[in-house]
């Protein structure tokens, strides 16, 4: 059987097999037919390849087959990452095709309103999957949060938003995040350094085009490896990250939960720690959606048995 299919020449086996059936034989005295070229070229190109070493000695043929079948190997995996690159020409043709303009693998859009309704054309042209990490849970410069996202998440897009837990400082944060959490935009918050970062359907990935200036608009990268990158740090994050259900109490809802078990009454509740009696009912609300509570007595059991109380 010859090695040819495992990528060596006929005059390579040739000298090969015999050196295997002479160790250490003497070149210039070598008769090795019908070798019509110089022993020593070839000799040289075995021990390139590891098949011979220096003393003229032939590798063991388990050797010698490892080694050429790792070389090919090797070889058909560079050849399949050459042919890969024929799919994102595709898709460039395709998305050229479709939209009318030049596509390139990474481009700078420098509008934050264009990041958006550029995210917006691909969710809507396949509603798949859609990853955010941002800053703040409200007010992103790419935030999806109006009608189009509805009708996303009734398509059946896969949404999932990880956000700073420093927004939280801001009381607005919390109730937008559990807002949009319970209409399918999944939200998380994680204590890891945060910085802007969009993936559409695996496909796309949005970033920040100098994080050191917001306006500066942002970068659309298509190339698949960068991407898939990017994807699987978003997906790190995120089982990483903390579910909105189990952040800490705020200062203003311990005050609340606190005042709910020790008075009979909301208005007598909300005068203990000097609200309205509306913002006090808002923020029982709050807590009870939060908790999963029908009723506040199941709503103080849960507390209790979380430790809040």
């Not at 990528?7 to 015999?18: A, C, K, P, W």
């Not at 997906?235 to 259900?245: C, K």
Request: charged residues 25%; contains cysteine.
């Amino acid at each position: 059987m010859s090695l040819a299919s495992l990528g060596l020449t006929t005059e390579q086996e040739r000298v090969y097999r015999y050196l295997l059936r002479n160790p250490r034989a003497d070149l210039d005295a070598a008769g090795i037919e019908p070798v019509r070229c110089d022993v020593r070229s070839v000799v040289a190109e075995l021990r390139a390849l590891g098949l011979v070493d220096e003393t003229l000695t032939a590798v063991t043929p388990a050797a010698a087959v490892d080694l050429l079948v790792r070389r090919r190997v090797e070889q058909t995996q560079r050849q399949l990452t050459e042919l890969t690159l024929a799919w994102d020409v595709l898709k460039e043709l395709t998305e050229e095709h479709r939209s009318g303009r030049l596509v390139q693998m990474v481009e700078h859009i420098p509008n934050g309103s264009d990041v958006t309704r550029r995210i917006r054309a691909l969710l809507a042209d396949d509603p798949c999957e859609f990853m955010h990490l941002k800053v703040r849970a409200l007010n992103a410069a790419t935030d999806l949060d109006d009608k189009p996202l509805d009708q996303l998440l009734a398509r059946g897009l896969r949404s999932r938003t990880l956000f700073s837990a420093r927004a939280l400082d801001d009381p607005e944060q919390e109730p937008y995040a559990r807002h949009w959490h319970a209409r399918g935009d999944l939200h998380r918050v994680t204590s890891e350094p945060v910085k802007h970062l969009a993936v559409v359907n695996r496909s796309a990935a949005f970033i920040q085009a100098d994080p050191a200036a917001p306006t500066a608009g942002a970068l659309q990268i298509r190339q698949p490896g960068v991407v898939a990158m990017m994807a699987d740090v978003f997906d790190g994050m995120w089982a990483r990250a903390r579910d909105l259900g189990d952040l800490p109490l705020s200062p203003i809802e311990q005050r609340v939960l606190h005042a709910l078990t020790c008075h009979d009454t909301d208005e007598s509740a909300a005068r203990s720690i000097n609200v309205s009696v509306r913002k006090f009912r808002a923020h029982v609300a709050d807590l009870m959606a939060r908790l999963g509570a029908s009723t506040r007595f199941q709503a103080a059991l849960l507390a209790k048995e979380r430790g809040w109380l």
